[in-house]
């Protein structure tokens, strides 16, 4: 059922707080803490909703909207051994010297809202501007990739799932995930608990949206307004979910260059990225920056 609300309620997510125990318990008591978390839907007050109202998204695209490579990581590691399962895999060596490459070509690192800003409203860019994003908040996110993005003066957009964070994970954890908002990264959505939105109701999808959204932003004091599909997979439900909450940007993982014109509509909540893994060659790199590849 649609929930559009014009002017008196917004229908919004409470997150209940894990504690030491209870996060502990996961994730033998998993399935029971989902269902937990994904049913407290609660009515907000007023205040809240004129708080979201004053945030006026656009999608319709500014003439001097500019295509922009945005580039997927996953894990990033010392080795061959995973913190997680995960095929997207690189290694700490290899993400620097992309850094490297990124810092000694002239490309300049931008945000998720950068994007939105110039194809919304024609905002300026720096003459070589790249995204680099890293979907599920590994604990490498929040340590080495950090610290790596403090060296190179970088930035970049960090999608979180909510519920990887309580699997008892070394650095894998709320605090590291403050830690990455607090070093000037961007944070995003990733959702939950990362199921295919092909596959569940339009509710299950607005309960997982809604809920690490709202999660995020008590835990982060801030607004977060970009999202990453799972596994990059959407539907209209989806879509339509999105610009109800008022996000103003989401990507996917179809291949190819961030392009403001590659949908007739709603083109900032389908965007294209490269992904990046241990098998992406400098050459395939350099193609993916100019969006040739």
Do not use: C
């Amino acid at each position: 059922m649609k929930r559009k609300i014009f002017g008196l309620i917004f229908i919004f997510l409470l997150v209940i707080f894990p504690s030491k125990s209870f996060a502990s318990d996961y994730p033998n008591n998993s399935e029971t803490i989902k269902n937990r978390i994904l049913n407290e839907a609660k009515v907000v007050s007023e205040e809240i909703l004129q708080g979201i109202d004053e945030e006026e998204v656009s999608y319709k695209i500014n003439d001097k909207a500019r295509r922009i490579p945005v580039l997927m990581f996953h894990e990033v590691g010392y080795g061959n051994t995973k913190e997680y399962s995960d095929a997207n895999f690189i290694l700490k060596e290899g993400l620097e010297s992309k850094l490297m490459y990124l810092s000694s070509n002239g490309y300049k690192t931008i945000t998720m809202n950068d994007l939105y800003n110039n194809w919304t409203r024609g905002t300026e860019l720096p003459e070589k501007p790249v995204i680099l994003t890293f979907d599920d908040g590994y604990a490498s996110h929040f340590t080495f990739v950090k610290d790596s993005f403090k060296r190179f003066n970088a930035v970049g957009t960090f999608y979180i799932i909510q519920d990887r964070l309580f699997m008892d994970i070394k650095d894998r954890n709320v605090e590291g995930l403050k830690s990455l908002h607090k070093a000037g990264m961007e944070i995003g959505v990733h959702s939950y608990s990362h199921p295919d939105f092909w596959t569940i109701s339009y509710d299950e999808i607005y309960k997982e949206i809604g809920t690490s959204k709202k999660f995020l932003e008590d835990t982060l004091g801030m607004k977060v307004l970009t999202f990453s599909y799972p596994y990059g997979n959407f539907n209209q439900n989806a879509i339509d979910i999105l610009k109800e909450m008022g996000f103003r940007t989401a990507v996917t993982t179809k291949n190819g260059v961030g392009d403001p014109y590659q949908f007739n509509e709603d083109a900032q909540l389908k965007i294209s990225r490269y992904n990046v893994d241990v098998n992406t060659s400098d050459e395939a790199f350099i193609k993916m920056l100019n969006g040739t590849y």
